[in-house]
């Protein structure tokens, strides 16, 4: 199964308007509803302070060591992995989890020579996905509904409705 984990306190973003949790752990919900093999994690949701990833894989590999289940991996954008070195902990993570790497338009192509400079001697705990380059960024989505334009096609229809039903993202009224 492949778990979606919303952030309650994203430490990124500290001091930012932020979509409040409850808010986004719903949207999650709806978009991932009709797939089987997908859930929706509450574990960040339920932790207090700012949400680290290096906790949150922590507590799902010794989970997986405790069932008996293979380590986790962890899935991410090659936009993301980018700045993967000024997380907090990376190499913890990387002793904790292997990381798949998702293609993403405009972003570095990244590779095992990338990794090399960055986590020599890590290449292993790294695997570069094949597939297509989605070009649909939560920015870009919440500028398009605070502007008044379709998000039709790039969200879930479901998702689109909450949005709307709850005025999120609009420019005047709505929760950001």
């Not at 999650?28 to 859930?39: D, N, Q």
């Not at 936009?79 to 998702?102: T, Y």
């Not at 960024?137 to 500028?143: E, G, L, Q, Y």
């Amino acid at each position: 199964h492949l778990l979606f984990v919303p952030n309650a306190d994203p430490p990124h973003k500290q001091g930012q308007g932020v979509t409040p949790a409850r808010h986004r752990e719903a949207m999650v919900a709806l978009a991932i509803e009709p797939e089987p093999t997908f859930v929706l994690s509450r574990l960040e949701l339920e932790r207090e302070g700012p949400s680290y990833a290096v906790d949150t894989v922590a507590e799902l590999a010794e989970r997986s060591r405790a069932e008996g289940r293979p380590e986790p991996w962890f899935v991410m954008s090659a936009e993301v992995l980018d700045d993967f070195h000024a997380w907090r902990a990376p190499q913890r993570i990387l002793e904790l989890c292997r990381v798949a790497v998702a293609p993403r338009p405009g972003a570095e192509p990244l590779d095992d020579s990338w990794v090399r400079a960055r986590f020599p001697g890590r290449e292993e705990r790294f695997r570069f996905l094949p597939g297509p380059e989605l070009d649909i960024a939560s920015t870009a989505i919440r500028a398009r509904v605070g502007a008044g334009q379709s998000i039709a096609g790039l969200v879930p229809a479901s998702v689109l409705d909450y949005i709307e039903r709850f005025g999120l993202y609009q420019a005047e009224g709505g929760e950001v």
